[in-house]
């Protein structure tokens, strides 16, 4: 079973000035092929086609191609009401509400958040593809001898 990624937009995939995140492609290529991927963001509220059109004002279609897959959430005022806090996961976002770190916290999932800071550290995706995020194991190999 895939783990669950959830990952905002504003200071996630798109930097200060609506740029697109350095290495996004690759990102994105990469959680999708690793993870059950679902928005965490104000510009999504049950519905990525709003997700979509937004983005398509900032990205290749190459880019927009593979956000398409990527699964619509609702919340109404915080956004740990869309996580599903049965199954492990990781949160990319670059703020927190402090009733969002609170629940975190209660629900024993701090470490789930990924605090992501595109100005400090423009090339904090590809860190995170090849440095933080585990890769699905793959099913077709069996087990290991
Ligand atoms: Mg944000």
Same mark, same amino acid.
């Given at each position: 079973?895939?783990?669950?990624?959830?990952?905002?937009?504003?200071?996630?995939?798109?930097?200060?000035?609506?740029?697109?995140?350095?290495?996004?492609?690759?990102?994105?290529?990469?959680?999708?092929?690793?993870?059950?991927?679902?928005?965490?963001?104000?510009?999504?509220?049950?519905?990525?086609?709003?997700?979509?059109?937004?983005?398509?004002?900032?990205?290749?279609?190459?880019?927009?191609?593979?956000?398409?897959? !990527? /699964?619509?959430?609702?919340? $109404?005022?915080?956004?740990?009401?869309?996580?599903?806090?049965?199954? &492990?996961? %990781?949160? +990319?976002?670059?703020?927190?509400?402090?009733?969002?770190?609170?629940?975190?916290?209660?629900?024993?999932?701090?470490?789930?958040?990924?605090?992501?800071?595109? !100005? /400090?550290?423009?090339?904090? $995706?590809?860190?995170?593809?090849?440095?933080?995020?585990?890769?699905? &194991?793959? %099913?077709? +190999?069996?087990?290991?001898?």
């Amino acid at each position: 079973m895939r783990q669950n990624i959830y990952i905002d937009i504003d200071g996630v995939i798109l930097t200060r000035g609506g740029i697109p995140a350095l290495h996004l492609d690759e990102f994105l290529k990469f959680i999708l092929s690793n993870y059950y991927v679902s928005w965490l963001t104000s510009r999504c509220r049950g519905d990525s086609k709003y997700t979509v059109k937004y983005l398509s004002r900032f990205l290749l279609p190459e880019a927009i191609a593979l956000i398409e897959r !990527i /699964k619509p959430t609702s919340f $109404l005022l915080d956004k740990t009401e869309a996580i599903d806090f049965d199954k &492990k996961f %990781f949160w +990319l976002d670059d703020e927190l509400f402090v009733s969002e770190e609170r629940t975190l916290k209660e629900q024993g999932k701090y470490d789930s958040w990924i605090e992501v800071d595109l !100005i /400090k550290n423009p090339n904090q $995706l590809n860190y995170l593809i090849h440095n933080k995020l585990p890769r699905a &194991k793959s %099913f077709r +190999l069996g087990p290991q001898s």
